[in-house]
């Protein structure tokens, strides 16, 4: 369970009775219970601040892939995908009843999902793979997952547009 710490000592002023001196107790006690959690959240917040630290690269590159992912597809096959805020997906063809429909976004949304988690994958692995060679270095790693990442967009849209 949890660490216990000694109560407080208490000492009785001259003018304090025993119903006060409880009362008093019981608020220190209190107050120490209270600083103990803070103290608590405190080592929990470090800690989770050491744990940002260390995926800081993958966390950066992730965001990257999430905001971007839209608009590559657009990009690559000329569909109307846009980033999330200008509208997304409401401007690609595949509300268009006539083909050619973008082959990223057909389909259900399982299979919509295969080449977004393919792209992050990639970019996952290209950090690793950079990290394997020398110590990491944020800017190396970042550049490395991306760049492996944009490979694999590239790979997934000529496989796509083959089919």
Avoid at 62 to 67: A, P, T
Wanted: glycine share 8%; hydrophobic share 45%; charged share 15%.
């Amino acid at each position: 369970m949890g660490k216990t710490h000694p109560a407080p000592l208490l000492f009785l002023k001259p003018e304090q009775s025993e119903g006060e001196s409880k009362k008093s107790e019981e608020k220190e006690a209190i107050v120490c219970a209270s600083s103990y959690n803070l103290w608590n959240h405190r080592i929990m917040n470090y800690e989770m601040i050491r744990i940002l630290q260390q995926f800081k690269t993958e966390i950066v590159s992730l965001s990257f892939v999430s905001i971007f992912f839209l608009p590559i597809c657009g990009f690559l096959f000329g569909c109307g995908c846009h980033f999330l805020w200008s509208g997304g997906l409401t401007h690609c063809n595949i509300h268009n009843p006539l083909p050619p429909n973008c082959p990223w976004c057909t389909g259900p949304l399982v299979l919509q999902m295969i080449p977004f988690l393919l792209v992050c994958l990639a970019t996952y692995a290209g950090i690793r793979i950079t990290r394997h060679f020398k110590k990491a270095n944020f800017l190396r790693d970042l550049a490395g997952g991306l760049l492996c990442g944009l490979v694999t967009a590239l790979l997934l849209a000529l496989i796509y547009k083959n089919m």
